[in-house]
């Protein structure tokens, strides 16, 4: 098959539940440099994945102002990294995993039906995403997972790791996620062309009260869709023309 399309979906905020536990541990990492505590509103301007991009330039204001590279150092990465885990050991969050969000399963199998092969986009390590999916009975609808591995500086990172991958003439992406530096990534990745191999990319914003970002930072990021459920995905998908030949 000479081209192929792929519904990208992120982990946190389009397959679990997370972002309530990412502002129980971004606080508590905060307190412990004595930080001010974000509001939940506060939150969803600038929650990311994994913690470390978005909390070190607050911890680190006056180092961060001076380099804005920072947030890619590695020593105050796994500085930021390290309480973040000791947190989310105490509360139990690294052995139960989030519920699912709301659909999820229904949307996996539209997908399939649509001819859109299911791949996961994840800051997260693949073995415990493996865990995590088996766990809830949805691993058999995800064709690959895109994981830290490929993610761990940026998101474009991944994406085009992807693409690299699968040597098709022409892939095709469907990028969904309720984070906006995922969306930005689709975005700055919308066209790409390497020797025989071509990528084009298009984004799905998802609003939901589970979302990384909130309804208007996600629109901020530019999507070529803003959706608000994902029952909505694949009629919306299909309706932009995204499916024809």
């Known amino acids: 098959m000479e081209r192929q399309i792929f519904l990208l979906r992120t982990m946190s905020d389009t397959v679990e539940t997370d972002i309530h536990r990412v502002h129980v541990i971004a606080n508590?990492?905060?307190s412990r440099y004595r930080k001010t505590a974000l509001t939940w509103e506060e939150l969803r301007k600038i929650a990311d994945g994994p913690f470390d991009l978005f909390l070190i330039p607050l911890?680190?204001?006056?180092?961060?102002?001076a380099d804005c590279h920072l947030a890619f150092n590695e020593a105050r990465r796994q500085e930021i990294r390290s309480h973040a885990l000791e947190i989310a050991r105490a509360h139990e969050f690294d052995t139960q995993p989030p519920e699912l969000i709301p659909g999820v399963e229904e949307s996996l199998r539209a997908a399939e039906e649509a001819d859109l092969r299911n791949v996961l986009l994840t800051t997260g390590g693949r073995r415990f995403q493996h865990q995590a999916m088996e766990r809830h009975g949805i691993g058999r609808y995800f064709?690959?997972?895109?994981?830290?591995?490929?993610t761990y500086f940026t998101k474009e990172q991944?994406?085009?790791?992807?693409?690299?991958k699968m040597s098709l003439p022409e892939t095709r992406v469907?990028?969904?996620?309720?984070?906006?530096?995922?969306?930005?990534?689709?975005?700055n990745?919308?066209?790409?062309?390497?020797?025989?191999?071509?990528?084009?990319?298009?984004?799905v914003a998802l609003a939901t009260g589970y979302s990384y970002s909130d309804e208007r930072t996600l629109a901020a990021a530019g999507p070529d869709l803003l959706i608000h459920d994902?029952?909505?995905?694949?009629?919306?998908?299909?309706?932009?023309?995204?499916?024809?030949?």
């Open 28 to 30: 508590e990492v905060l």
């Open 158 to 164: 991944g994406i085009y790791y992807f693409f690299r």
């Open 189 to 203: 990745l919308k066209s790409c062309k390497v020797g025989g191999s071509e990528l084009s990319v298009r984004t």
């Open 59 to 65: 911890i680190f204001r006056d180092e961060f102002a």
């Open 174 to 187: 469907v990028l969904v996620s309720g984070t906006a530096s995922y969306l930005r990534a689709g975005a």
């Open 143 to 150: 064709h690959d997972i895109i994981d830290r591995e490929q």
């Open 230 to 245: 994902l029952g909505e995905l694949v009629p919306q998908v299909r309706a932009a023309g995204w499916l024809d030949a």
